[in-house]
């Protein structure tokens, strides 16, 4: 299970207010040394420790659900073969009974299911948000050890590539990655 990025369009505004920065510092001092960073957020939370943990719980809450959400769907499995076994000695008014029931045991499950759902959306967003905040002090912390202006999120095949190509040398995911896990113990 990946937690995704979210907030494409919104990635894509801040993208396009970065760059139009870019040019006016490179048109207001041109003799000035410019250094530009990437780093993936993803792998940042991905790899470091407090990010694994986090993750880890997340993952283990996920599987309370969903074996919560199988035992459920077994129960309805158990209940429709008892129905279909028993349906030939059953009463038109049972039978409608128990077609009632089953079929308010399946709403019920359904119910449940789409409130994990929603639940699970809502964490992975309280997630992500709480570790975007901490990945950017990291990242911070970074540039102005490093003397970067403008550090930008690389983005990924599973959300949005925002960087076609950089060379490796400007990538400053592994050291945002010692840094966070240095300040987020």
């Known amino acids: 299970?990946?937690?995704?990025?979210?907030?494409?369009?919104?990635?894509?505004a801040v993208v396009g207010v970065l760059v139009a920065?870019?040019?006016?510092l490179f048109s207001t001092s041109p003799a000035a040394e410019f250094?530009?960073?990437?780093?993936?957020?993803?792998?940042?939370?991905?790899?470091?420790k407090a990010g694994k943990r986090a993750l880890d719980g997340l993952r283990e809450y996920v599987a309370t659900r969903q074996k919560l959400l199988s035992?459920?769907?077994?129960?309805?499995?158990?209940?429709?073969?008892?129905?279909?076994?028993?349906?030939?000695?059953?009463?038109?008014?049972?039978?409608?009974?128990?077609?009632?029931?089953f079929r308010a045991k399946i709403q019920d499950y359904q119910k449940r299911a789409q409130e994990f759902n929603q639940e699970l959306q809502g964490k992975q967003k309280e997630l992500v948000d709480e570790y975007m905040k901490k990945i950017a002090v990291a990242t911070q912390a970074v540039a102005d050890k490093g003397g970067y202006q403008l550090v930008l999120d690389k983005g990924s095949e599973q959300t949005v590539k925002?960087?076609?190509?950089?060379?490796?040398?400007?990538?400053?995911?592994?050291?945002?990655?010692?840094?966070?896990?240095r300040t987020n113990k």
Not at 21 to 24: D, F, I, N, R, V
Not at 72 to 101: A, G, Y
């Open 162 to 181: 925002i960087v076609i190509f950089n060379k490796d040398t400007i990538d400053l995911t592994e050291q945002v990655i010692k840094e966070f896990d």
């Open 35 to 48: 250094k530009m960073g990437v780093i993936d957020p993803q792998v940042v939370l991905e790899k470091s």
């Open 71 to 101: 035992r459920d769907e077994e129960e309805l499995r158990n209940t429709e073969k008892q129905i279909k076994e028993q349906v030939s000695k059953l009463t038109d008014n049972e039978k409608k009974e128990k077609e009632t029931s």
């Open 1 to 12: 299970m990946g937690v995704k990025w979210q907030g494409a369009g919104r990635r894509a």
């Open 21 to 24: 920065a870019t040019l006016g």
